[in-house]
Every structure is written in structure tokens, then in C-alpha cells.
């Protein structure tokens, strides 16, 4: 069946560096979208790509579209501790009928 | 403001004793969804509501229910709970497309059940 996959699962970062997850589909997504969800918090939504080769910035937050539409990546410039939780990659199912998420990528910052 | 609100936010409950869980939004969307999600995993859906079209995941268990009786409101009915369904059960809405697949989804803050 259709999947998401996600890596890494876990990373730890200094605060200041720079930090990756990277996000790919079994299969050829119309839109991807982006959550972030603070440790015992609920899910957020942080953008959707749907261009073929798009990328986006938020402040210090990179996106960017594969140009096969199959794959994905969240960049983060100089890691701050407000950066902490877990970032989940989303995209339809082949149906449309519903979004599948990726494991996320849970990334702890130290000051 | 405009949001998702989910009550209780904790649920404990006893094996095999039913219980529900509620969902409420003012965004005024018109599809809702259900997720679980156990602890390091990504949320897994359940079901999801198009207006009053409901649409099961294949792999959802029959022990797990929904009611919408109306656009704001959005119920989770769990009939006969075993320790597996120990949970943070998420309520999400979504403006539509046909299925909302391809909008955001607003989260609410989630119901954390215990089951004893």
C-alpha cells in the first residue's frame, strides 16, 4: 500500500545548528503538507507544496518539493529550543480521500 | 477565536466499559476526522465525515464508532474499550475540497484515554 516514509526518526542538534528531516512517498503526491507537534501537544499545520520543485520559506524553516513530486524535505537554519517536537510530513492518499502521515522526525535541541 | 475543542481532555475508563469522546469546532468546516495516536507515532485516522458522509478506514476496528449530528459536532464512541485503545485521540477539521485531503487540518488539543 501506499506509504510515507520519514528520517530520521530521532535527531539532537545544538542550538545554532542546522537541522534536515526528509520525507518520501511510495507514490506520486498531488500536495505534501508539513506538521509540527510540540511534546504534548497536538499536530499544527506549517505549510503545503504542491508545484513540482516548489520551495517555501518560513523565516528559518526551508521547504522544498522534489521535482517528481515523490519526495520532500523540512530545513531549519540555526536550530533554536522553541524548535522542539516532532515534524510529520503528510500527503493524500491515492484516493483523496484522506491525508497519510509520515513517523515525523522528533528533534531535541540543547542550549 | 475560531477552533477545535475536544472534552475531556483526559478520559479514564475501565476495560469493556464504553466511553465517548467529544469534538466541537466554530471554524464552521464541513469535514471532520478522528485520529489515534499512541506515543512516538504519527496519527493514524480512523474515520472522517464529509458533511454527514461518513467514510471508515478499512482497518479501523468495529469497536470504534461515530456520530455527527450536526456540522459543529463530532462524537468518538469506543463500545467496548481493551488496553490497546490507550490513546491521545485527536479531532481534526478541514475546509473542503471534495475530501479535504488537500487543505490543512486544524487539530484540536486531543483526549488522552486510560484504560484500566
Known amino acids: 500500500g501506499q506509504q510515507v516514509m520519514q528520517i530520521p526518526q530521532y535527531q539532537h542538534v545544538q542550538e545554532g545548528e542546522d537541522f534536515t528531516t526528509y520525507c518520501n512517498s511510495s507514490t506520486t503526491l498531488s500536495n505534501i503538507q508539513w506538521y509540527k507537534q510540540r511534546p504534548g501537544g497536538h499536530p499544527v499545520f506549517l505549510i503545503q507544496?504542491?508545484?513540482?520543485?516548489e520551495v517555501k520559506k518560513q523565516k528559518r524553516l526551508t521547504f522544498q518539493f522534489g521535482e517528481a513530486k515523490k519526495n520532500s524535505s523540512l530545513h531549519i537554519t540555526a536550530t533554536q529550543t522553541t524548535d522542539v517536537g516532532t515534524y510529520f510530513c503528510?500527503?493524500?492518499?491515492?484516493?483523496?480521500?484522506?491525508?497519510?502521515f509520515g513517523k515525523g522526525t522528533t528533534l531535541s535541541v540543547s542550549s | 477565536d475560531a477552533m477545535v475543542i475536544q472534552n475531556p481532555r483526559y478520559q479514564v475508563t475501565q476495560f469493556g466499559k464504553p466511553v465517548t469522546l467529544s469534538c466541537s469546532q466554530t471554524l464552521n468546516h464541513n469535514v471532520m476526522y478522528w485520529y489515534q495516536q499512541k506515543s512516538s507515532q504519527a496519527p493514524k485516522l480512523l474515520f472522517h465525515y464529509y458533511d454527514k458522509d461518513f467514510n471508515n478506514e478499512a482497518d479501523t476496528p468495529d469497536n470504534f464508532q461515530s456520530r455527527r449530528p450536526n456540522t459543529s459536532f463530532c462524537f468518538l464512541d469506543i463500545r467496548s474499550p481493551g488496553l490497546g485503545d490507550a490513546a491521545m485521540y485527536l479531532c481534526?477539521?478541514?475546509?473542503?475540497?471534495?475530501?479535504?485531503?488537500?487543505?490543512?487540518?486544524?487539530f484540536g488539543p486531543g483526549t488522552r484515554l486510560t484504560v484500566l
Open positions: 503528510a500527503g493524500p492518499n491515492q484516493a483523496g480521500t484522506a491525508l497519510i
Open positions: 481534526a477539521t478541514s475546509p473542503s475540497s471534495a475530501s479535504g485531503a488537500y487543505n490543512e487540518q486544524f
Open positions: 507544496l504542491v508545484k513540482s520543485g
